[in-house]
């Protein structure tokens, strides 16, 4: 999570000498709305079973 946080303060910190476009700004919105979107969705709907992977056995046992 450090990583993280230093990775993205140094970024934050140019948008905040140079803002970006408008054009960019509505981009990094829709993105961030669409991955809000996709979790809520996940969270209240939940994961559909068509799309979860099964496990399988780390040695398989040949028949």
Avoid: C, H, Y
């Amino acid at each position: 999570m450090e990583r993280l946080i230093f990775r993205i303060l140094p970024r934050l910190a140019l948008w905040i000498r140079r803002p970006p476009s408008p054009r960019r700004m509505a981009i990094i919105a829709v993105v961030v709305a669409a991955a809000l979107a996709i979790v809520a969705i996940e969270k209240f709907v939940g994961w559909p079973e068509a799309l979860t992977v099964e496990r399988m056995p780390r040695n398989p046992v040949p028949q």
